[in-house]
């Protein structure tokens, strides 16, 4: 059964696809949300929203200062944090582009965005829930972490990126490792990766040749995504460790 009443959890990218629908299914539940996003306009907006509390916070995933700002705020407020979840996805605007054309200063930058913000936040929260010996760190990955793309169901206006890959397969490294590094520490770090997630830029060509690659239903809906991050937040999950849970309908078969 799940259970997150009285929770405290912090999540990035909130206003993502998957951050608002996860958002949405957390607050049925009587706890607080710290929803972290850089598309707010205010620094803090508190509000009730279904059962829960929402605090909108905004934030910039790349600043550590920002990480340590948080964390001594939602302390001072509520006296614990139980969990985050890490579902940002910051990227430049030469973000997608081949191999051949790939930028050097773009793709370090890509990198710190999306790989050492993510090492650097968990490294932050895992010393806090070290300190209670408590806490789940929940991050995102991809199905490209896992398998590579199969280049031939990109137009020629936009590919999967070298970089994506390798920020992806990093982030499931860095599950295995710091759930083995928490040993004894009652921390459960674990990270999803989804399959393609439909979005209205994506072609009608795209997604048949996607589907084809699938087993049912191919591009997935947020939703598809969000039930599993409820359960890996709940108690019923406390021995479910290091693991990368991949939600695709088959298609890295």
């Known amino acids: 059964m799940i259970d997150l009443n009285n929770k405290i959890i912090i999540i990035f990218g909130s206003e993502g696809k998957i951050g608002s629908d996860l958002i949405k299914k957390i607050s049925k539940f009587n706890c607080i949300i710290y929803a972290c996003d850089n598309s707010f306009k205010k620094k803090l907006n508190v509000f009730k929203f279904n059962n829960a509390k929402k605090i909108e916070y905004k934030f910039d995933i790349t600043n550590e200062n920002n990480f340590n700002s948080l964390l001594r705020h939602t302390i001072k407020k509520n006296h614990k944090i139980d969990a985050i979840v890490h579902c940002a996805y910051p990227r430049t605007n030469k973000w997608g582009v081949k191999i051949e054309d790939t930028d050097f200063k773009d793709l370090k930058k890509n990198i710190d965005m999306q790989l ?21 760190i929940i991050l995102f990955s991809s199905i490209y972490g896992v398998i590579l793309p199969d280049f031939e169901i990109y137009d020629s206006e936009y590919i999967s990126p070298i970089e994506y890959s390798i920020i992806k397969s990093g982030i499931i490294t860095l599950v295995k490792y710091l759930a083995k590094y928490s040993k004894n520490l009652n921390i459960n770090v674990n990270c999803i990766s989804p399959g393609g997630i439909k979005d209205s830029s994506q072609g009608r060509i795209f997604k048949r040749k996607y589907k084809n690659l699938s087993l049912n239903k191919g591009l997935l809906d947020p939703t598809d995504i969000t ?11 406390k021995y479910i460790n290091g693991q ?10």
């Open 116 to 136: 050492s913000s993510t090492v650097l936040m968990s490294k932050i929260f895992f010393n806090y829930f070290k300190k209670i010996k408590k806490g789940k």
């Open 227 to 237: 039930d599993t991050v409820l359960f890996l937040l709940s108690d019923s999950s």
């Open 244 to 253: 990368n849970i991949v939600i695709d309908d088959g298609r890295s078969l």
